[in-house]
C-alpha cells in the first residue's frame, strides 16, 4: 500500500487529496487498536459466480467491521458504486459502514475503490482486487469495472460473522488477487411483459439479483398479440385497448413513460442497459386491435382479444405508408426514453406476412431504428433481409440465419432455445414453462460453450441472452421459479473463459449461494441436482 503513495500525486490533484485520505486511514490501519485473530482463507476455494478469471490466494483475511470505512476516488460514479457497496454490506451483515466520510480516529481498515489506467486489462468492466488484511483495494478503468468488482467483494463477504476468535465481531473476507474481466461483452436476459404484465417493482427486483451476477442487459420484450405494455403518447389506444388483456385472461397493465423511465434508472444504477423491443410484423395483435389499419388482412387473423398462447397469426400490414409513420412515432418515443444504443424489433414468427413483404418491412424499419440513432437487434429471422452490418441478429432457433448474419459480417446473440430458454420446463414434472424445445435441468442450461455450439465464430458472438418468455407465468415467485437459478448459470457462461468453467464445482459454488437467495426472498427452485441446505432440499415439481 504504501509505496502507491509515491504514485498518487502523479495522477492528479484531486485523486491525490482522495488517495491521501485513505492512505491516512491505512497508516491507522498499521497500529490497530485491537489485536484481531484472522482465520486461515483459501481465496481459491470462494463460492463466486461468475468465476474470475485468476485468483490468487494468500491465505490471509480482512477483518470487515465496524471500524471499517469506504473510500472512493473522487468521480460521482466511484462514490455511488462505494454507497451501493456500503447499502448492501449493512443489509447482509448490519454494519454500518461511511463512505468518504468516515471519523479517522474510528477507522481501523479500508475498501478503496479506485480508477486507474494501469490495470493490465483495458477492457472498461475489468477490474482488480487486492485483499490484504488492513485494506483492500479495487482497480477498474471506469465506473462499470468498479461496479462488477463489488459484485465480487459482495460474494467473498461471508454470511456470518466470525465472532469466536474476537470479542467484537468481524466477517473474514479470504485474502489474496483477483484479476477478473468479461467473455463476452453481452450477457442479458430478456423478459417478456407482454403474454403476463409484471410491475414496477418486480423488474427492479429481478434487476437487483441480475447484477449480483454481472449481468449487463435486460431486453424487455413489451409488445405481442396479447398486450401492449408501453404507452406511446401520439397512439394512446396502444395502452388504452391494447393493454388491456393478456393471456388466461387477467387484466394486462402496461407502463407509463415515468414506469419505463425510472426502470431505466434503477437498470442504469446497477450497470444494466435496457433494450425495449416492439416485435413486429408478426405479434401485433394487441396493437392491430387498438388501430384497425395497421392489421394486414390477408392470412393473418381478424384482431381480437387473444388470452390464447398461439403463436403466428397476426401481422401489420406492410404496405402502408400510414404504418411506418406509426412505427416511427413508436421507436422515437421508446428512443428518447432509452439511453441504451439498442433497439430490438422482434421480427419472428411472421408466418402470415408474404416473405417479400417481411424482408421488405425489415429493410424500411431498419432505416427507421438507424434515423433514430439506436442500432437493431431482430431474431435471426431478420437475417433474411439485405440489413447493415452493425445490426445485430439474436439466435434462437435457425442456425441457416445465424450463419447468414456472420456472412453479412453481423454480430450475434445466442439465445439458443433448447440450451437456454428460461422458459422451457427444468423436467417434465416442472409448475411452470414450456417444452417445445425440450427440458432444460440446470446442468443441461450450464454444460454447453456458447464459444463453440453454433459455430459462429467468437469475434461475431457478441454474447449471451437467457429469454424468459411469460405464457406459463403470471407472478414474481413463478418467475423466479423459471429464471433462478438457470440464470446464474447463464450469468458465468457469459462472464467466465471456459478454461474456468467445470460443471462438478460449479455445482458446489451454485449450493452456496443459497444463503443469498433466500435473504433476497427469491422463490428458486429447488433443483435435485443440488445438494441444498435444509428442509424442503429438494422439489419433487
Ligand atoms: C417462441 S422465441 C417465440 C415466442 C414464444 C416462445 C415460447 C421467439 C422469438 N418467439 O413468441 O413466447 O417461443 O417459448
Redesign the pocket.
Known amino acids: 500500500m504504501k509505496k502507491k503513495r509515491c504514485i498518487v500525486p502523479l495522477v492528479s490533484v484531486f485523486k491525490s487529496i482522495f488517495l491521501c485520505c485513505a492512505m491516512v486511514a491505512v497508516m491507522a490501519c498499521t497500529q490497530p487498536k485491537k489485536e484481531i485473530k484472522l482465520p486461515k482463507t483459501n481465496l481459491n476455494l470462494a463460492a463466486l459466480i461468475p468465476k474470475p478469471t485468476k485468483t490468487i490466494p494468500t491465505f490471509s483475511a480482512f477483518a470487515l467491521d465496524e471500524n471499517t470505512a469506504i473510500y472512493t476516488g473522487p468521480s460521482t460514479d466511484l462514490h455511488k458504486v462505494g454507497m451501493f457497496l456500503s447499502e448492501k454490506i449493512k443489509l447482509k451483515t448490519g454494519l454500518d459502514i461511511p463512505v468518504n466520510s468516515a471519523e479517522e480516529s474510528l477507522v481501523d481498515r479500508i475498501i478503496y475503490i479506485n480508477k486507474t489506467d494501469s490495470i493490465g486489462v483495458k477492457n472498461q468492466e475489468a477490474y482488480e482486487l487486492y485483499i490484504a488484511r488492513d485494506s483492500i483495494v479495487l482497480n477498474a478503468t471506469s465506473g462499470e469495472g468498479a461496479f462488477r468488482g463489488i459484485q465480487t467483494l459482495r460474494q467473498l463477504i461471508p454470511d456470518r460473522s466470525n465472532d469466536t476468535l474476537n470479542e467484537q465481531r468481524i466477517w473474514p473476507i479470504p485474502s489474496g488477487k483477483i484479476e477478473d474481466g468479461p467473455n463476452f461483452e453481452y450477457r442479458g436476459t430478456m423478459l ?1 411483459v407482454a ?1 403476463h404484465f409484471f410491475s414496477v417493482a418486480d423488474i427492479k427486483k429481478y434487476i437487483d439479483a441480475l447484477a449480483y451476477y454481472k449481468i449487463n442487459t435486460l431486453h424487455l ?1 413489451l409488445t ?1 398479440d396479447q398486450g401492449w405494455r408501453i404507452a406511446i403518447a401520439a397512439w394512446p389506444k396502444l395502452t388504452a385497448v391494447g393493454g388491456q388483456s393478456e393471456v388466461g385472461g387477467g387484466k394486462g397493465g402496461f407502463y407509463t413513460k415515468e414506469d419505463y423511465e425510472s426502470i431505466v434508472k434503477f437498470a442504469a444504477q446497477h450497470y444494466i442497459t435496457i433494450i425495449p423491443e416492439v ?1 413486429m410484423p408478426g ?1 401485433t395483435n394487441a396493437a392491430s386491435l387498438s388501430y384497425p389499419f395497421l392489421h394486414a388482412g390477408g392470412k393473418a387473423d381478424t384482431p381480437r382479444v387473444r388470452t390464447d ?1 398461439k ?1 403466428g397469426y397476426s401481422s401489420l400490414h406492410t404496405r402502408k405508408d400510414t404504418v411506418y409513420h406509426f412505427i416511427d412515432d413508436v421507436i422515437g418515443e421508446l428512443t428518447v426514453l432509452t439511453p441504451g444504443p439498442y433497439f430490438h424489433i ?1 421480427g ?2 411472421s408466418h402470415v406476412t408474404r416473405k417479400k413483404d417481411y424482408i421488405d418491412f425489415v429493410e424500411r424499419v431498419e432505416a427507421l431504428v438507424r434515423k433514430h440513432g439506436k442500432q437493431m437487434i431482430g ?3 431478420i437475417a433474411t433481409a439485405a440489413i447493415d452490418s452493425s445490426t445485430v441478429t ?1 439466435y ?2 435457425t442456425k441457416k440465419n445465424a450463419q447468414t448474419a456472420v456472412e453479412k459480417n453481423m454480430k450475434v446473440i445466442l ?1 439458443p ?1 433448447n440450451k437456454c ?1 428460461l ?2 420446463k427444468y423436467d417434465s414434472l416442472s409448475k411452470h414453462g ?1 417444452d ?2 425440450g427440458t432444460i435441468p440446470i446442468d443441461t442450461a450450464y454444460t454447453w460453450d456458447p464459444e463453440t455450439y453454433s459455430g459462429i465464430p467468437k469475434d461475431h458472438i457478441l454474447g449471451i441472452e437467457a ?1 424468459l ?3 406459463t407465468i403470471a407472478t414474481l415467485d413463478e418467475l423466479e421459479y423459471l429464471a433462478f437459478p438457470r440464470i446464474i448459470g447463464y450469468a458465468e457462461l457469459g462472464w467466465s473463459i471456459p478454461e474456468n468453467r467445470s460443471w462438478e464445482m460449479y455445482r458446489q459454488r451454485l449450493r452456496k449461494q443459497q444463503p443469498f437467495l433466500e435473504r433476497m426472498e427469491i422463490d428458486f427452485y429447488r433443483s435435485p441436482l443440488i445438494d441444498w441446505e435444509g428442509k424442503n432440499k429438494t422439489e419433487a415439481q
Open positions: 417478456d403474454r420484450h405481442d416485435d405479434h398462447m403463436v422482434g419472428d414468427e431474431w435471426d429471422e439474436q434462437w432457433r439465445s432455445a430458454y422458459d422451457m414450456l417445445w424445445a429469454p418468455w411469460s405464457e
